[in-house]
Each structure stands twice: as C-alpha cells, then as structure tokens.
C-alpha cells in the first residue's frame, strides 16, 4: 500500500511542480550569489588595489557560505525557507482531500482496511515533503559547487554567518559538510511534518487551496507568535534555516529535533484518529 501511494506520488503533477520551483529558487541562488556577490567583491578588491590598499578579503569564498543554505548575502535564502512549506505541500499534501471529495476512498475502504490506507497515506504524504523540502539545498549545493571551492569557512574572511554563541558552531568551522547534514536532516523532519499537516486541515478544509496553504499558514503564524513572545529561536522557520540565529543558550540541537518530531507525532495522531472515525466518504 505504501508503494502503491508512492507510486501515485511520483506520478503526479505535484511532485514536477515541487522540482520546478525547487530547480527555479537553486539557479536564482546560482547566478544570485555570483553576481551579486562574487562578481561585486572581485570588483571592489580591484579597486583596493589600484588606490594602494590590500583587498578586503584574500581568503576565497566557500561552497558552505554560497549555497542556498549557508547564503547570508542574498534574498534566496530568505525566498526559500519563505516558501518551504509550499515546497513540502506540493508533491502530495492534497492528495487526501483529493480522494475524499472524488470518491476514491469509497472504492480503497471496500479493498483495504482504513487503518492501512492511512499509514500508507502518512508514510507518504510524509516522505515525499521531506525530500521536496530539501531539494532546493541539494540542487544549489551542486550547481555552486561548480565556482566554489568546498574549503572551510573562516571566521577572519567575515563571510559566514555563524558565530561562536550558534548551535554546532565548531562543526561549521572545523566540518561544515556534518554541520549541513544536520540541517538537512531538520529540513527533512520538518518537511514531512508540514506535508502531513496538510493532510489534518483535509478535515476541516472546503477546497484543495485552503488544504495546500493550510501549513504556511501554520508555518507563518507560529513565526510571528514566537517573535512577539521573544522566543524566535523555537520557531520552525528558524530551526531549520542554518542562516537563523541560535544561541545555545536558548535552544539546543536535541531541542531543535525533539520540538518538530512532536509536531510530527501530533499531526500523525490527529490525522489517524479523525480519519479512523471518520464516516464521511463520498
């Protein structure tokens, strides 16, 4: 059953859109950071030159500080973890409410058992946000690897944006690839935390639209209740953006994890339960 939802998954008009939007934000980053970046520091260290001063920054540029994840510098990184829940959403998130509302379910429930489809459906759902989350990183990381050298950051070069009081900042200086790991590994539990979210507000939701936007909604509002309460560091949007301000002090990386897996665990019980007792199947 899990395969078979995967299989439709990948069939989907979700997922293609999911890869163009995440193909569309890497190559933004891509040509973002080397003009805007890149081409204009190159520029101004010329000039030092000419007037007789040293450049502003002899040591290169890094891979870790110009991809999509690791990028202080230019408005893709914000773009990105702005439409991450979109991202998570697309490929499968609406599928629920698609085969309540078409009748689809009537035919599944005279063939299987409820409670299979909607692990399967869980599983799914959940999986296919967690990668759709991560594809923009993947691809940017990739595409920028062809200019940047994979060397690592140094604080004296001023072009990073973690400093000593962040959250696993000696990785990030002494082995950014594990640092990134991490975060990629964040993105994915919050993707599929956020894909399967979707799948809740399929109960209550009237149109597919609402269902798809449902968790940006969630995503955005917990943001800004955060920030108005001063607690910023625990909300989604900023655990998993690597660019985001952590102070050890104040959050932890097991309580990064542990805060979205009990978001994850929450909307599989919601989801579950209504859906196990939910009669109506048109």
Not at 32 to 55: H, M, N, V, W
Not at 201 to 226: E, G, H, K, Q, W
Not at 244 to 269: C, D, K, Q, V
């Amino acid at each position: 059953m899990i395969r078979f939802e995967l299989n439709r998954c990948l069939r989907g008009k979700g997922i293609k859109l999911a890869v163009l939007l995440a193909v569309l934000l890497a190559a933004g980053e891509f040509f973002g950071y080397r003009i805007l970046f890149q081409e204009t520091k190159e520029i101004a260290d010329e000039i030092r030159r000419q007037q007789g001063f040293s450049p502003s920054g002899l040591y290169p540029s890094s891979l870790y500080e110009g991809f999509i994840n690791g990028d202080a510098f230019t408005i893709f990184n914000l773009l990105y973890y702005y439409l991450f829940p979109i991202l998570a959403v697309l490929p499968f998130g609406c599928s629920f409410f698609t085969d309540e509302n078409s009748g689809y379910l009537k035919y599944i429930y005279s063939q299987k058992k409820k409670e299979n489809y909607l692990l399967a459906k869980y599983t799914a759902v959940f999986l296919s946000g967690a990668v759709a989350g991560i594809l923009p990183a993947i691809f940017s990381f990739l595409a920028n690897a062809l200019y940047l050298p994979a060397i690592i950051p140094n604080t004296l070069a001023l072009q990073s944006h973690t400093n000593d009081s962040s959250v696993m900042a000696d990785f990030y200086y002494t082995c950014p690839w594990a640092y990134f790991l991490v975060y990629l590994l964040l993105g994915m539990l919050a993707g599929g935390f956020l894909a399967t979210l979707a799948l809740s507000a399929s109960f209550f939701a009237r149109n597919a639209l609402l269902v798809l936007f449902s968790p940006m909604i969630f995503y955005t509002a917990l943001d800004y209740a955060l920030a108005e309460l001063g607690h910023s560091e625990f909300s989604i949007s900023t655990i998993i953006n690597p660019v985001g301000t952590h102070y050890i002090e104040r959050i932890t990386l097991g309580g990064m994890f542990l805060e979205i897996s009990a978001f994850a665990a929450a909307a599989f019980l919601v989801f579950f339960f209504i859906g196990k007792k939910r009669e109506r199947i048109l």
